[in-house]
């Protein structure tokens, strides 16, 4: 599957979790489900993704579980049903499954498949967050930013998208350098403002450049620099981003 020791095949993979699969391996059973899920090594089927995550599920797979609660809360290769979701992803947090932590809290939160409660939110994302999922440490930066389900503390929401942002996740990039312009948390500091921001537009998040080419034309917290503006907010316009256009409409 990777190419390890031998060169890459997905199909040889695939021949390979499928044997163990039918002798009921577990971790082989998610796999070949995985595989359809994404077309890999096989024409994507989505049905039989379902059927392999469930041979996993039956024997308490926590990976499985959580991703057999995707295939329910999108509604591939099943009918949508946001409480079984629901279900399932309890059974992966509980088995220790970050994913599913995450997934459990995002459903708490949002109160998909579960009556709507930010307090379980928060502390099954710090149980996901506390394993290193960039995702859930996103999210605790967010709770904590906004004062949901926990009480309103920049300096934490700052500290939860480092961790996330050290990761590489563009989102938390983008909110960290927006509290380096700011001084929500931190201190305010144009060198980090940019860096991070630089950070997520590399990604191709156009909100980050937009952000850099504002910050450049305004002149906060960085020097003006008219040439850097539009080079920025070109940058998000040719990424779709109608107020980057806007702002190159005035110049």
């Keep these: 599957m990777r190419g390890e020791g031998v060169p890459k095949n997905e199909e040889e993979a695939v021949r390979r979790f499928q ?19 994404h077309g890999i090594g096989v024409p994507q089927s ?5 059927r392999w995550l469930g041979r996993a599920v039956e024997q308490g797979d926590a990976v499985a579980l959580y991703n057999l609660g995707v295939c329910y809360e999108q509604g591939k290769g099943v009918a949508q049903d946001l409480s079984l979701a629901f279900r399932l992803y309890q059974q992966a947090a509980e088995l220790g499954n970050p994913d599913g932590q995450q997934a459990l809290g995002t459903s708490y939160g949002n109160g998909k498949g579960v009556v709507k409660d930010e307090g379980k939110a928060v502390w099954w994302l710090i149980q996901a967050a506390n394993q290193g999922l960039a995702l859930a440490q996103y999210n605790l930066g967010v709770y904590y930013q906004d ?28 909110n960290l350098g927006a509290c380096y312009v700011s001084g929500r948390g931190v201190p305010i500091d144009g060198e980090e403002a940019v860096r991070w921001l630089t950070r997520a537009a590399e990604q191709g998040n156009p909100k980050a450049s ?3 080419g504002f910050l450049y034309e305004s002149g906060k917290v960085v020097a003006r620099n008219s040439e850097l503006a539009v080079r920025w907010y070109t940058k998000a316009a040719n990424l779709g981003y109608d107020p980057a256009k806007e702002r190159l409409g005035r110049r």
Excluded: T
Excluded at 150 to 163: H, L, T
């Design 210 to 212: 937009y952000n850099l």
């Design 46 to 50: 989505q049905g039989e993704a379902v």
């Design 147 to 174: 004062g949901k389900g926990v009480e309103k503390n920049d300096r934490k929401a700052a500290e939860w998208f480092r961790k996330a942002a050290l990761q590489g996740m563009a989102s938390a990039q983008l």
């Design 19 to 37: 044997n163990a699969a039918e002798q009921g391996f577990a971790p082989a059973q998610r796999m070949l489900g995985l595989c359809y899920a």
